[in-house]
């Protein structure tokens, strides 16, 4: 072999052994990628104990709240005011109004927001409608996308889909399922009892939505987009007071009467049974929720916060309570991610003041709050994001209050959601591999003229 070609084999080799190390060691989750991959990237960066900085960013004082809700990535906050008669959104960073409307003739029932906080659908007594928050219209007068009504008249909730694509809209004992794309309806479906509660989950795994209900006569009924005709039921003989279908569509969580709570695994075929009851006398309409995964429930009852692994062994076996004398809590809501729980109420039945508490569900037992804050009046709604970086509540109805919980993201959601200044901990932008791939560059490049200089020398 002639000189030449050993040093062109030995370029190509060195270049060969640095292109596997790169790919090995520069390898990231791309911005798209499913929420397993996006759990296991954020499990190994947050510690078993919180300890970030909690900082109130903004408030808003209004003449009256009747709820607040924030997308799941953070960046959007939106309020009904005025006895649910108004719709106006924020964004994460500032109290100026984005834009709000007035709902005419009705007041709002209810309102959702997408995951990126793109589409609001809104319910009233009269119709649905579709916001869609990128759209150029007058922010003193925002202006719907698309509207639908029937004639019936009664109360209506709304529940939209993560990607904003379906709303489940329920009004007496009808369920309709609104294709926001298209601006009509794809199915309608007609129950024999009035259904008290809706909500959908979508799987992008299966590329399936689900569409779960519960009615006055206590029925649990399960959806997909597809058709109308249920894929499975449940009789639990007393009347839904409120329902919650995770993120992905694989549980649901109910509460039933008044004295328990029904979890239905919907992976399991079928699933015409709840896989676990759980007694809660004392939890109301709003003291349940479920992770994005349905991997973790909170079951609030006044002085009481149960947190249920649905992954144990025994599903209905909680994984730990925290107990507070004098708390009356009235409101909680979990993570989407199942790490942190929001918690507002009062303190004492007599006591005007109002508590709000954010426990780490993490943290060692005995359980305590990882924040608590006590305010003069008291918190009457609160709404926590997908990782629990950001979270609001609402004193007495009349002040909004946004914070931010500095714990660090996973690379991918942290660039998805613009990077933002707030979030310090995030990974480094420049990956290892990429360092590596320079100095293979600089070795090749050496060799190449170490051994040139030997080739002249030796001529």
Same mark, same amino acid.
């Given at each position: 072999?002639?000189?030449?070609?050993?040093?062109?084999?030995?370029?190509?080799?060195?270049?060969?052994?640095?292109?596997?190390?790169?790919?090995?060691?520069?390898?990231?989750?791309?911005?798209?990628?499913?929420?397993?991959?996006?759990?296991?990237?954020?499990?190994?960066?947050?510690?078993?104990?919180?300890?970030?900085?909690?900082?109130?960013?903004?408030?808003?004082?209004?003449?009256?709240?009747?709820?607040?809700?924030?997308?799941?990535?953070?960046? +959007?906050?939106?309020?009904?005011?005025?006895?649910?008669? =108004?719709? %106006? *959104? @924020?964004?994460?960073? !500032? $109290?100026?109004? #984005? &834009?709000?409307?007035?709902?005419?003739?009705?007041?709002?029932?209810?309102?959702?927001?997408?995951?990126?906080?793109?589409?609001?659908?809104?319910?009233?007594?009269?119709?649905?409608?579709?916001?869609?928050?990128?759209?150029?219209?007058?922010?003193?007068?925002?202006?719907?996308?698309?509207?639908?009504?029937?004639?019936?008249?009664?109360?209506?909730?709304?529940?939209?889909?993560?990607?904003?694509?379906?709303?489940?809209?329920?009004?007496?004992?009808?369920?309709?399922?609104?294709?926001?794309?298209?601006?009509?309806?794809?199915?309608?479906?007609?129950?024999?009892?009035?259904?008290?509660?809706?909500?959908?989950?979508?799987?992008?795994?299966?590329?399936? +939505?689900?569409?779960?209900?519960?009615?006055?006569?206590? =029925?649990? %009924? *399960? @959806?997909?987009?597809? !058709? $109308?005709?249920? #894929? &499975?039921?449940?009789?639990?003989?007393?009347?839904?007071?409120?329902?919650?279908?995770?993120?992905?569509?694989?549980?649901?969580?109910?509460?039933?009467?008044?004295?328990?709570?029904?979890?239905?695994?919907?992976?399991?075929?079928?699933?015409?049974?709840?896989?676990?009851?759980?007694?809660?006398?004392?939890?109301?309409?709003?003291?349940?929720?479920?992770?994005?995964?349905?991997?973790?429930?909170?079951?609030?009852?006044?002085?009481?916060?149960?947190?249920?692994?649905?992954?144990?062994?025994?599903?209905?076996?909680?994984?730990?309570?925290?107990?507070?004398?004098?708390?009356?809590?009235?409101?909680?809501?979990?993570?989407?991610?199942?790490?942190?729980?929001?918690?507002?109420?009062?303190?004492?039945?007599?006591?005007?003041?109002?508590?709000?508490?954010?426990?780490?569900?993490?943290?060692?037992?005995?359980?305590?709050?990882?924040?608590?804050?006590?305010?003069?009046?008291?918190?009457?709604?609160?709404?926590?994001?997908?990782?629990?970086?950001?979270?609001?509540?609402?004193?007495?109805?009349?002040?909004?209050?946004?914070?931010?919980?500095?714990?660090?993201?996973?690379?991918?959601?942290?660039?998805?959601?613009?990077?933002?200044?707030?979030?310090?901990?995030?990974?480094?932008?420049?990956?290892?591999?990429?360092?590596?791939?320079?100095?293979?560059?600089?070795?090749?490049?050496?060799?190449?003229?170490?051994?040139?200089?030997?080739?002249?020398?030796?001529?």
């Amino acid at each position: 072999m002639s000189k030449v070609s050993k040093i062109l084999s030995y370029v190509l080799l060195l270049a060969i052994f640095s292109t596997c190390c790169f790919t090995l060691l520069s390898v990231e989750t791309p911005s798209g990628a499913d929420n397993q991959n996006d759990k296991m990237v954020n499990d190994s960066m947050i510690p078993k104990s919180s300890g970030y900085t909690i900082t109130e960013k903004w408030n808003y004082t209004s003449s009256g709240i009747d709820d607040v809700k924030i997308s799941l990535d953070g960046n +959007y906050v939106a309020i009904c005011q005025n006895t649910w008669n =108004n719709l %106006t *959104l @924020f964004h994460k960073d !500032s $109290n100026n109004t #984005l &834009w709000n409307t007035d709902i005419i003739p009705n007041s709002i029932n209810s309102f959702d927001i997408s995951a990126d906080g793109k589409y609001i659908s809104v319910g009233n007594t009269g119709s649905a409608y579709l916001f869609n928050n990128t759209e150029a219209t007058p922010a003193w007068s925002k202006t719907f996308m698309w509207k639908f009504s029937t004639i019936l008249y009664a109360p209506v909730q709304v529940a939209i889909s993560g990607d904003g694509k379906y709303t489940a809209w329920v009004k007496g004992t009808a369920l309709y399922l609104l294709d926001n794309t298209l601006k009509s309806s794809k199915w309608f479906y007609s129950g024999s009892s009035v259904i008290n509660a809706a909500d959908i989950g979508y799987n992008p795994i299966q590329n399936r +939505y689900y569409i779960a209900i519960g009615d006055q006569a206590g =029925n649990v %009924t *399960l @959806f997909d987009d597809t !058709s $109308n005709v249920p #894929l &499975w039921w449940n009789e639990t003989g007393n009347p839904i007071n409120s329902l919650k279908i995770s993120d992905d569509g694989s549980h649901i969580l109910a509460k039933v009467g008044n004295d328990k709570v029904y979890f239905f695994d919907n992976t399991i075929e079928p699933s015409k049974s709840a896989l676990w009851t759980y007694p809660a006398p004392n939890a109301n309409y709003r003291n349940i929720d479920i992770s994005a995964d349905g991997k973790n429930v909170i079951i609030v009852e006044e002085p009481k916060v149960h947190y249920l692994n649905s992954t144990l062994t025994d599903p209905k076996q909680q994984e730990w309570e925290a107990l507070s004398d004098n708390d009356i809590i009235t409101e909680g809501a979990v993570s989407g991610d199942g790490k942190y729980i929001l918690l507002g109420g009062s303190i004492g039945m007599i006591n005007p003041d109002g508590v709000v508490e954010l426990y780490n569900s993490t943290n060692k037992l005995p359980k305590a709050p990882d924040w608590k804050d006590t305010k003069l009046v008291p918190i009457d709604y609160v709404a926590i994001n997908g990782f629990g970086n950001y979270f609001a509540f609402v004193e007495d109805y009349y002040i909004l209050r946004f914070y931010h919980h500095d714990v660090p993201l996973p690379r991918a959601i942290a660039a998805s959601s613009g990077g933002g200044g707030d979030d310090d901990d995030e990974e480094a932008a420049i990956p290892f591999g990429n360092y590596y791939l320079v100095f293979a560059c600089v070795a090749i490049i050496s060799l190449v003229v170490t051994m040139k200089r030997k080739v002249i020398f030796k001529a």
